[in-house]
C-alpha cells in the first residue's frame, strides 16, 4: 500500500510540493536522443518530461542563465529523482520523523516549565504550575501516552511538587525530549541506526501502553497504541531491521531507467502547463 490517496501517486505529490524534475527543460538544445525527455515544438516552446512523476511540462526554451546545460546529459549523470518504493520508504520515515519532532516540542516545554516551577524564577511558579498541567494534557494526547502517562499523573497536582520530585521530572522530560529528537533527526536523514534506536524505544514502551489499556480503554489509548505497533511493524518487516527478509542489502530499490525513457514522447493531451 502506497502512503497517499486512491488515485494520487507519490510521485505527484512530491512533485507538488518540491517541483518537476525536466533536466530537459534546462538544456540550451536537445538531440535526436533526448525525444524520451524533451522535445521541442514548432510554437518555440518545450515538452520537457518529469523524471519523477513522468509529467510533461510545457515551458520556453531556455536562454541566457536559465541554461543549465548545453545538452541534455546522459541519465547516469544526473542527480535522479526517487520514484516507487524508494519514495515511499521516504515519505513514510519522514512522516515519522514529524511525529517525534512533535514530542519534542511537548516534551521539551514541558521540561523548560517545570525548571522554571523549581527554581520558581520571578515568583512564575502559580502560572508555570497552570502551564504544566496544560501540557501534561499534551502529553496525554501524544502517541507516547501510554509510555509515559506515569508523567502526566503527577503533573496533575505539580504546584505542591518540591525539590528532587520536581528536578527529576523535568530531567525525565527533557530526556524524552532528547531521545525522541534523536530520533527524529536520523528518521529525517534515513540514517539506518536511528530506524533500530525508533525500534527499540517504541518496543520498550510498548508493555506499558498495553497495562494502560489493561487499567482503562479509551478510542485514543487504543488508536495511539495502534499507532505505535504499525510503526514499529513497519521499521521492522517494510525495511528489513535485524536482518529480517534478507536485512540491510535488500532495501535497495534500483529504478530501471532504460525503462523507464523507453516509453518516448507523450501524446499532446497529456501534456501540462507549468
Known amino acids: 500500500m502506497r502512503p497517499v490517496p486512491p488515485g494520487w501517486s ?11 524534475v525536466a533536466p530537459a527543460a534546462r538544456a540550451r538544445q536537445l ?20 523524471l519523477r512523476c513522468d509529467a510533461w511540462v510545457r515551458t520556453r ?12 546529459p546522459p541519465v547516469s ?11 515511499d520508504d521516504l ?35 502559580r502560572d508555570a504550575s497552570a502551564m504544566a498541567e496544560s501540557l501534561s494534557d499534551a502529553v496525554a494526547g501524544s502517541s507516547r501516552a501510554g509510555a509515559h502517562s506515569w508523567l502526566a499523573e503527577r503533573l496533575d497536582s505539580v504546584a505542591g511538587l518540591q525539590g528532587a520530585t520536581v528536578r527529576a521530572l523535568a530531567v525525565a522530560a ?15 536523514h534515513e540514517r539506518r541506526w536511528a530506524e533500530y534506536l525508533t525500534v527499540v524505544a517504541t518496543a520498550v514502551f510498548l508493555p506499558l501502553e498495553v497495562h494502560e489499556l489493561t487499567e482503562r480503554i479509551t478510542v485514543v489509548r487504543v488508536a495511539l497504541f495502534a499507532l505505535n505497533l504499525a510503526v514499529l511493524v513497519y521499521l521492522v518487516w517494510a525495511k528489513r531491521l ?33
Do not use: K, M, N
Open 10 to 20: 507519490a510521485e505527484s505529490l512530491a512533485c507538488g510540493v518540491r517541483g518537476h
Open 31 to 50: 538531440g535526436a536522443s533526448d525525444r524520451p525527455v524533451g522535445v521541442d515544438q514548432p510554437d518555440g516552446t518545450r515538452l520537457s518530461r518529469c
Open 61 to 72: 526554451v531556455p536562454t541566457g542563465e536559465a541554461v543549465e546545460y548545453e545538452q541534455v
Open 77 to 87: 549523470t544526473l542527480d535522479l529523482p526517487r520514484r516507487g518504493q524508494a519514495l
Open 91 to 125: 515519505i513514510v520515515l519522514r512522516l515519522i520523523a514529524c511525529e517525534r519532532a512533535l514530542h519534542v516540542l511537548v516534551f521539551g516545554l514541558l521540561g523548560i516549565v517545570l525548571l522554571v516551577v523549581d527554581l520558581d524564577l520571578g515568583g512564575l511558579r
Open 174 to 188: 527533557l530526556l524524552f525530549a532528547l531521545l525522541e529528537g534523536i530520533e527524529a533527526l536520523g528518521l529525517w
Open 242 to 274: 535485524f536482518g529480517l527478509r534478507g536485512g540491510a542489502a535488500a532495501t535497495r530499490h534500483d529504478v530501471d531507467w532504460d525503462a523507464v525513457l523507453a516509453e518516448g514522447a507523450p501524446p499532446v493531451d497529456e501534456v501540462v502547463a507549468r
